[in-house]
């Protein structure tokens, strides 16, 4: 007898002998294969003969007359079949807007804190960090109507260093803070090709839309023609797929795909996924982050091993980084910018532009669960990180920003 497919390496598969043909459609749990040696629904779906609709039948999917069957270790459930609804998203913010808002009244504290000799940064820093970024708009348009000047220039001017940065990023709509951050990571020489997978990857399709907006209007270039000249290969083909495919933003998990895909993904091993690329790029770019998470939970109950490992044993470089924050985030997104945190903070010398982007990034999102993530897997609060990492008006910013106070 056959061992179940799960427990076969990828070149143990190919040893295995020719079913006879199943005229019976796919039951849950069983796995089709072709008079060949390669599962030959594998094949179709890599060369994208057909799209796979989690209703269809085995026969309506394969669309062949004769598909041999294989018992698998998972019996006769039903988890293949249909779909789910995935858990809710992650949103604990720890800015939201300030209920007793007055844009006049904001706009004139603001011009009193720079007004003569001297500037008031705990007044600054206190006001800003307790209005949300739509109200932060809006004091801008008060303060341009009652001094006919533009509160973020006068902004910069009296603030310096990694402050006037924070200040920046919060006064910035969060199209044009994105787009300065992708400007910034192609600008000059050399690429932050870690900062592109983090902001194409982990921004919603109305935000990459308006990102790319954004940037054109800044900069008057198009964002795909300058991120296609400072990238390559298989890694280029990725970050333009998610700049321009809308990822599937629905909540729903369908399970005969999902497994399928989860199949196909470890048939094929992370190696050769380049090779295949109509096959590979859709998978991680166009499903959903919950879908996503079903499939690598497949992965794992059809091999034995995680997606990540497999990914690190046969993988290097900016690929690989892709496909890791890919499943990071369709796994756990606050864990995944908790370690874009400790990462940027840990051992000698901060890397602050990561702390500031992520930290103004994630306020008004899921900036809370980042921080109780963060204590999580590093045994420290990040309230601890920052003020070991940072000092004066920068790190009381910060603090603000996550949530707490600075110690006095």
């Known amino acids: 007898m056959t061992p179940p ?28 294969r072709s008079c060949k040696h390669l599962n030959r629904f ?28 294989e018992q698998t270790k998972y019996g006769n459930s039903a988890r ?13 913010p720890t800015i939201v807007e300030f209920r007793s808002f007055n844009p006049d009244d904001d706009a004139k504290a603001l011009h009193k804190a720079m007004k003569g000799f001297g500037t008031d940064e705990k007044a600054i820093i206190n006001l800003l960090t ?23 220039k006068d902004l910069k001017s009296e603030l310096s260093g990694t402050l006037s940065e924070v200040v ?20 000059g020489l050399g690429t932050d090709e870690e900062a592109l997978i983090e902001i194409l990857c982990s921004r919603s399709n109305a935000e990459i839309q308006a990102l790319r907006a954004a940037y054109e209007r800044l900069f008057k ?10 990238t390559s290969g298989y890694f280029r083909r990725l970050l333009i797929a998610e700049l321009q495919v809308p990822r599937n933003e629905a909540d729903e998990i369908f ?30 770019t166009r499903r959903s982050h919950a879908h996503l998470r079903h499939v690598f939970d497949e992965y794992k109950k059809i091999c034995g091993v995680d997606i990540e490992k497999d990914i690190t044993n046969e ?24 370690e874009r945190l400790y990462r940027a903070m840990k051992g000698i010398g901060t890397n602050e532009k990561e702390v500031v982007r992520v930290i103004v990034s994630r306020s008004e999102k899921d900036l809370g669960a980042v921080k109780t993530e963060f204590a999580k897997l590093y045994g420290k609060s990040l309230e601890s990180f920052i003020s070991g990492d940072f000092s004066g008006d920068a790190k009381k910013i910060l603090l603000a920003l996550i949530g707490e106070s600075p110690a006095k």
Not at 6 to 21: E, M, N
Not at 221 to 230: S, Y
Not at 315 to 338: H, Q
Request: aromatic share 10%.
């Open 5 to 32: 497919l799960g427990s076969l390496t990828r070149s143990d598969r190919k040893k295995v002998p020719p079913y006879t043909a199943c005229k019976a459609p796919l039951e849950a749990g069983e796995i089709c």
């Open 42 to 69: 594998l094949d179709d779906c890599a060369q994208k003969r057909f799209s796979v609709n989690p209703s269809d039948t085995h026969r309506q999917a394969h669309r062949a007359t004769d598909m041999p069957t």
């Open 80 to 92: 293949h079949h249909g779909s789910i609804k995935a858990l809710a998203s992650f949103h604990d």
């Open 130 to 152: 307790k209005r949300s970024n739509y109200q932060r708009q809006i004091i801008t348009d008060s303060y341009q109507a009652l001094y006919n000047k533009d509160l973020l």
């Open 168 to 187: 920046e990023g919060l006064m910035q709509s969060p199209d044009v803070f994105d787009a300065n951050e992708i400007h910034r990571a192609v600008a």
């Open 221 to 230: 270039k198009d964002l795909r023609k300058d991120i296609e000249g400072d």
């Open 255 to 284: 399970l005969y795909q999902a497994y399928h895909e989860a199949l196909a993904l470890w048939e094929t091993g992370p190696k050769k996924w380049a090779q295949d690329e109509a096959f590979s790029i859709p998978i991680f």
């Open 315 to 338: 993988m290097t470089g900016d690929v690989a980084d892709f496909f890791l924050t890919i499943i990071k985030l369709s796994r756990n997104p606050p864990a995944y910018f908790a």
